[in-house]
């Protein structure tokens, strides 16, 4: 992870340069471990197997050959800088402790005990290699204060081991080139980490981007809805006012108690008229106006067929005629806005496709399907020709929902869609007007 600012560590600088060494990081995942594919998770043990089976031989026969150590022990030492690159792949701060102190303890063995030679001074050449390769998985995985205190170490050690070469009989000295290597490797590493890091803290803030606009979107839906269901509900409580106030009328004989009952019934619902249009105010937008008007239904589903010819999209209704102004008022508006935003949705996603829409009665149901097929090659978007409520299949979820119905949705083999519905309206039809 990346590391926040902090202030100086305490008991002073050294303390605290030293301290990251001995805190290694809590995370043992092995490096691309998360990858989707088999062969990239095993790839890190691949390498460092390959690693290890090239170095290993070379550093014993560097070592015994150019600096005259014992083969046996060239062998010890060379196993010692190279196996632990197998435990880098999950633990890269311990595998540095046991490699680092392999070559340390390789250049002492080889100023004290080696015979005089040309080779590099103080790390030879296969040693350099691993070392490098060890800083890669470190740099990948631990924080940017270990790095620091590994690189500041290495920096330490290097030029601690040069003086110490300093009259002896040794070739060139090394020392600030695999300073300077080491460097490069941790830096390039530490910001390969930061960046992913930053990738995965990016695609995390979409994901929850993407949350975010569904629940508005859903929110946005449901309060539509609650509009269109308020406009309902008010329309039959001016039916229920009407009724009740003008029934002393329109009635023969009605008793002076039953007239008055009549009053208190069209008071309370003039009351309760008043509330909900509050209410309704406080629901609207100053943006929607234009959903003041009558809310449409089956009988406008010719008007909206024609419309999306125009705009491109060729469709077929087939619509019984004894469902036209028979269904109760809120089927009959979530019939329209469902096939509203279907249709919406061909013209968005496959313009120039024909589309076929029907309502059919099946018992206590009403079946609502919109069908397209695939849309023409290289036909242009004609998204603007055409307009929805907006949200697409959220809406029609929550629609369907209210009504305790069933949604089904999803591609067909032949490239085109299908929405279908199942609403019921074996509830009784509320008078109108």
């Given at each position: 992870m990346i590391d926040p600012p902090t202030g100086p560590a305490r008991g002073g600088l050294l303390p605290g340069l030293l301290a990251p060494l001995a805190r290694p990081s809590t995370d043992h995942t092995p490096l691309l471990a998360h990858a989707a594919a088999r062969w990239v998770r095993w790839l890190p043990y691949v390498l460092?197997?390959?690693?290890?089976?090239?170095?290993?031989p070379s550093a014993t026969n560097v070592l015994a050959t150019d600096y005259g150590l014992n083969v046996g022990l060239a062998a010890a030492l060379s196993i010692a800088q190279t196996v632990p690159l197998l435990l880098a792949v999950n633990r890269p701060l311990p595998a540095w402790w046991m490699i680092g102190a392999a070559d340390l303890l390789t250049s002492l063995l080889i100023l004290t005990t080696g015979r005089d030679t040309s080779s590099s001074w103080p790390w030879p050449a296969p040693g350099v290699v691993g070392y490098l390769l060890l800083m890669l998985p470190l740099a990948l995985r631990e924080r940017r204060?270990?790095?620091?205190?590994?690189?500041?170490?290495?920096?330490?050690?290097?030029?601690?081991?040069?003086?110490l070469g300093i009259g002896a009989d040794v070739g060139s000295d090394n020392s600030l080139l695999a300073v300077a290597l080491t460097g490069a490797v941790l830096v390039l590493g530490g910001a390969l980490r930061e960046r992913a890091e930053a990738q995965r803290l990016l695609a995390e803030q979409e994901h929850i981007s993407e949350a975010e606009r569904e629940r508005r979107t859903l929110l946005e839906e449901r309060a539509r809805i609650a509009r269109e269901l308020h406009d309902v509900v008010a329309h039959h409580m001016s039916v229920i006012a009407v009724q009740a106030a003008s029934a002393p009328y329109r009635i023969a004989d009605v008793p002076p108690e039953a007239a008055e009952e009549f009053g208190a019934i069209a008071g309370?619902?003039?009351?309760?008229?008043?509330?909900m249009r509050r209410l309704l105010g406080v629901l609207r937008s100053e943006e929607s106006g234009t959903e003041k008007a009558p809310q449409p239904g089956i009988a406008h589903l010719a008007q909206l067929v024609e419309t999306v010819g125009r705009a491109g999209v060729p469709a077929e209704l087939a619509v019984l005629p004894e469902l036209v102004d028979a269904l109760p008022q809120a089927v009959d508006?979530?019939?329209?806005?469902?096939?509203?935003?279907?249709?919406?949705n061909v013209v968005r996603h496959a313009p120039g496709a024909e589309a076929w829409v029907s309502l059919a009665v099946d018992g206590p149901a009403?079946?609502?399907?919109?069908?397209?097929?695939?849309?023409?090659?290289?036909a242009a978007s004609l998204e603007a020709a055409a307009e929805g409520t907006g949200h697409g299949l959220v809406g029609m979820r929550e629609r369907v929902r209210l009504l305790d119905g069933k949604l089904d949705t999803g591609?067909?083999?032949?490239?085109?869609?299908?929405?279908?519905?199942?609403?019921?309206?074996?509830?009784?039809r509320e008078p109108t007007a």
């Open positions: 460092a197997l390959a690693a290890i089976s090239s170095l290993l204060r270990t790095l620091l205190s590994v690189w500041l170490a290495t920096t330490a050690t290097s030029l601690a081991l040069s003086l309370t619902a003039r009351d309760s008229l008043s509330e508006l979530s019939v329209y806005r469902i096939v509203q935003e279907a249709l919406a009403l079946l609502v399907t919109v069908v397209n097929g695939a849309p023409p090659a290289r591609p067909l083999p032949d490239g085109g869609y299908k929405v279908a519905a199942v609403l019921p309206i074996d509830t009784p």
